[in-house]
């Protein structure tokens, strides 16, 4: 084992293993408040920009029933429910927080998939339609993999105290639908980040009509999500399958540092689609605007050409528009 010259490396380990217990407690309460924010912006979001004066009952459906808002309120509602739980964990040492963490956990990646779907429809479809049902058939059975992970990692837990080889078992089983999860999870992300870097290129040669620059909006946005999505669950694989060497100081400093980015990286994943959204509203803003210049301009060209001196005398012949 290392250590520091001079002290013991027992002393060495309870120091860094304390020193993370309260980074941990930090970061859960940061990413608590964070998520807080977010819920804060998204209604703004809804009410201000996108509810142009509606009434309250006509918002709360536009927030609730709209599938991307929804899908985004559930997606911090859990990164919330995550942490606070992951807090509770640290703080009373019960084994159900933990667990209701890792359920939180499932949850978000299940959103996050669901989300990244209907985001990344219209570019998806926009490269290839024939690629849509094979979308659909990943995104279901990563899905169910997941909630059947979840129920084998309850059933082991539930048959540990009176079934020992049934509760080996069924974590075995749990493993390896973590191990499906996470190749269909990582392929969806490479697969979605391909189709956006492709639409970028192709777009650049497009006319840029409102369209497609939404659609270029949310290739940008896309990338950069699934770029960051890939890093994340990099660091938790890393993290949770790196074994623990005896507990080395090395492999505790790595743990430390893993799992506070970790904790925080789906807070910034968030963040990114409440930007995407503003810069999507922006978009349809600018085009709108744009719309209502060319009315204006039209009908200005209507009121000069019916103005002092764009008519003859009825004697001179037909009444005619100024050129």
């Not at 977010?38 to 609730?64: C, D, F, H, R, S």
């Not at 990646?109 to 998806?124: A, F, H, N, T």
């Not at 492709?198 to 999500?225: K, N, W």
């Not at 803003?285 to 744009?290: F, I, L, N, T």
């Amino acid at each position: 084992m290392d250590g520091l010259p001079g002290r013991p490396v027992d002393l060495e380990v309870t120091n860094l293993e304390s020193l993370g217990t309260t980074i941990y407690t930090w970061m859960t309460w940061i990413v608590i408040c964070v998520s807080i924010v977010q819920v804060v912006a998204l209604g703004g979001q809804t009410i201000w920009l996108e509810g142009n004066g509606q009434p309250i009952q006509k918002l709360l459906k536009l927030l609730l029933l709209k599938p991307i808002n929804l899908l985004l309120l559930l997606m911090i509602v859990s990164n919330l429910l995550i942490n606070a739980f992951y807090y509770l964990s640290l703080s009373s040492h019960e084994a159900v927080a933990s667990y209701l963490s890792t359920i939180s956990t499932s949850s978000l990646l299940i959103l996050m998939m669901i989300y990244s779907w209907e985001r990344g429809k219209p570019v998806i479809l926009a490269v290839s339609p024939h690629i849509a049902w094979p979308c659909k058939a990943v995104v279901l059975t990563f899905t169910s993999s997941q909630i059947a992970a979840n129920a084998s990692n309850l059933s082991s837990n539930l048959f540990r105290g009176n079934n020992l080889e049934a509760s080996i078992t069924t974590w075995q089983v749990y493993q390896g639908l973590l191990i499906v999860t996470a190749v269909l999870l990582l392929g969806f992300e490479f697969f979605t980040l391909a189709v956006y870097a492709l639409y970028l290129s192709r777009a650049r040669r497009a006319d840029l009509s409102a369209d497609v620059r939404r659609l270029q909006v949310i290739s940008a946005y896309g990338v950069a999500s699934a770029l960051w999505n890939l890093v994340w669950q990099v660091i938790v694989n890393v993290n949770n399958h790196v074994p623990l060497d005896g507990n080395s100081l090395a492999r505790l400093r790595l743990a430390l540092w893993l799992t506070s980015f970790e904790l925080g990286m789906p807070a910034v994943y968030l963040g990114l689609q409440l930007a995407m959204k503003l810069h999507l509203w922006k978009e349809t803003a600018r085009e709108v605007e744009r719309k209502k210049g060319l009315v204006d301009r039209a009908r200005q060209v209507v009121k000069n050409a019916s103005g002092p001196g764009s008519q003859r005398d009825d004697s001179k012949g037909p009444i005619l528009c100024n050129a």
